[in-house]
Each structure stands twice: as structure tokens, then as C-alpha cells.
């Protein structure tokens, strides 16, 4: 294979590709090889929120995406569906289990009520958890089920999410935002909200390449985390 592609290079017909990749794509070299990420793990014991104002910034899907890779890299954190009202982690995991309501009601159980999400210890959410919801029972609950693992917490959308004695026990609050009008409106409405949360805090900008997503973060004011583009 190496003689012929040796003897293709140096005929004519290597030029001549060359010139029209040139003409289309507008690069006078060829793209660099692509080479697979390794994927990061979350330190043990580490404890990391994602939460938005508004509904359809992409939360559970970074949230998700995040216990998943860091499962990916050889530390698979237990991941909890706190969104209060509406709940959609189980659905997207095809997932009928015990939720985290069942676990409040259960004490002493809480680690046998544990689910799994291919990889990844997974606590699913219930659409009651807004009637019954307990801050201390809540922390209680994942620090039980995790035991020395990372914790990663959907906290869903809305002000209401934003409970203190759950945001005391986080490391880090990540803040996700879409590129969209809307969504970089809640973004800013939801800075004054932020100012006083006993954790630090961070911007996750969803579907928006990472110069876009810099610049996002820095009219927000929060350390920019990571931009996700589109998939």
C-alpha cells in the first residue's frame, strides 16, 4: 500500500486532487488527520449541578452527556433527576425504575433503588418531587447512593431549582445556555440569581462554536466551561 500510494503522489493525478481540494474547501493544505479524545473522568467525590432559567437550553442533555463520559473514562459518577416537574432523563434512557421520590420515602433503601443507565448509576426523576421535596432528604439520598463516587444533579429549569441547601453541597453550579435569542436572554435574567450561590459557577453555551461561546461568557460574566457545538 505505502509503494503505491508512493508512486500515486508522485504522478500528475496527485497535483491535480490537490488543486481541486484547494478550490473547494479554500485551504491550501489538507485538513490535519482526525484524532480521537479521550474522555475525562470526574474526580471522586466531586458534586456538579446543571441547571438553566428557562426549559430547553439542553440541561439534561449536558448532564447526561457529562456522567456518561466521565463513565467513558473510568470513573462513572451517579447521576439524579431533580428536575421537580418535568422529569425526562428516564424517558431518553428508556428507563422504568424507582425515582428519587420512591427514595424519599423509603430511608434505608436509598442505595437498593439505584437504576443504571448503561454505564452509569442513575437516580431517575418524578414529576410529584415538587410536592414532596426535601432539600436535606435530597442531599442525604445522594450522598448515601454514591457513596465515594462524583455526584452529577439535572437541577431542571427555573428559579425554584435553585435551592440553597442543594447548591451548598455542589462544587460547581454549571449555568447551560443555547445561542438562541430566548435562551441568552434567561441567561442574563438569571445572573442577579447567581450572585450569592455558595458554590462556584460556570457557563455551559450549547450549539454554539467556541469563539461565539467565549464571547457569550463574557457578556454573561461567568467563566466559560465548554462550548458544545453542533452535533
Given amino acids: 500500500m505505502s509503494r503505491l500510494r508512493a508512486l ?3 504522478s500528475p493525478v496527485a497535483a491535480v486532487a ?6 473547494a ?8 488527520p482526525i ?13 456538579v449541578g446543571f441547571w438553566s432559567l428557562s426549559a430547553g437550553a439542553g ?14 473514562g473510568g470513573e462513572a ?10 422529569p425526562a432523563l428516564a424517558i431518553r434512557a428508556g428507563l422504568s425504575a424507582a425515582t428519587i421520590a420512591d427514595a424519599l420515602l423509603q430511608p434505608g433503601r436509598e442505595r437498593d433503588l439505584v437504576s443504571r443507565w448503561s454505564a452509569v448509576p442513575f437516580l431517575p426523576g418524578a414529576a410529584t418531587l415538587h ?12 450522598m448515601a447512593c454514591a457513596a465515594d463516587r462524583a455526584v452529577v444533579l439535572d437541577l431542571g429549569a427555573g428559579a425554584d431549582a435553585l435551592d440553597p441547601a442543594v447548591l451548598a453541597s455542589l462544587d460547581r453550579l454549571c449555568v447551560v445556555t443555547g445561542a438562541r435569542s430566548a435562551q441568552l436572554q434567561a441567561a442574563f435574567c438569571a445572573v442577579p440569581l447567581l450572585h450569592r450561590v455558595p458554590c462556584a459557577v460556570g457557563l455551559v453555551v450549547v450549539a454554539a462554536e467556541a469563539q461565539d461561546a ?5 457578556r454573561v460574566g461567568f467563566p466559560l466551561l465548554a462550548p458544545i457545538p453542533h452535533d
Fill in 214 to 218: 467565549a464571547r457569550i461568557a463574557e
Fill in 8 to 10: 500515486l503522489d508522485a
Fill in 18 to 23: 490537490l488543486a481541486l481540494m484547494r478550490e
Fill in 35 to 47: 484524532v480521537p479524545t479521550r474522555a475525562s473522568a470526574l474526580r471522586r467525590g466531586r458534586r
Fill in 77 to 86: 459518577p451517579l447521576l439524579v433527576d431533580l428536575d421537580r416537574w418535568t
Fill in 59 to 72: 440541561t439534561s442533555t449536558v448532564a447526561a452527556l457529562v456522567a456518561h463520559r466521565s463513565a467513558a
Fill in 25 to 32: 474547501t479554500g485551504r491550501t493544505e489538507p485538513l490535519a
Fill in 131 to 142: 410536592a414532596t421535596f426535601d432539600a436535606d432528604r435530597v442531599i442525604e439520598i445522594t
